[in-house]
């Protein structure tokens, strides 16, 4: 598995950005496949995951109504929709392939890490 995070970037505060997770290898596609950040000095966290199938999704407390996880099994990319964004929301951000089929929150339930990409965002 190969995983390719994009999409991150400077933005303000309140505005949106859609980060990307492309999976070079194809191998998760009976996956599901989670998003993580990690602030500076801070553990990584989960921000949201999706199953295999689409559904279930699952969402951190502090990103839900904000966030929308989704996947195009086609592409082999799951995306993540950043909507209202706040200073809290600045860290470098990991997508993940977890070992099983569905949505799970703890980071030992996924097998393949990707490179992260960095989001900033200023007040």
């Not at 999706?50 to 929308?68: C, E, H, L």
């Not at 996880?69 to 951000?93: C, F, G, H, P, W």
């Amino acid at each position: 598995v190969q995983l390719q995070a994009s999409g991150g970037g400077l933005v303000q505060a309140g505005g949106s950005l859609t980060l990307s997770c492309a999976d070079s290898k194809r191998t998760s596609s009976n996956n599901a496949v989670g998003w993580f950040r990690q602030a500076p000095g801070k553990e990584r966290e989960f921000v949201a995951a999706i199953s295999y199938r689409g559904n279930p999704t699952t969402y951190a407390d502090s990103v839900k109504g904000r966030f929308t996880i989704s996947r195009d099994i086609a592409k082999n990319t799951v995306y993540l929709q950043m909507n209202s964004l706040n200073e809290e929301d600045t860290a470098v951000y990991y997508c993940a392939v977890a070992y099983g089929s569905i949505a799970a929150d703890s980071p030992s339930r996924y097998r393949y890490w990707g490179q992260g990409t960095l989001v900033t965002v200023s007040s």
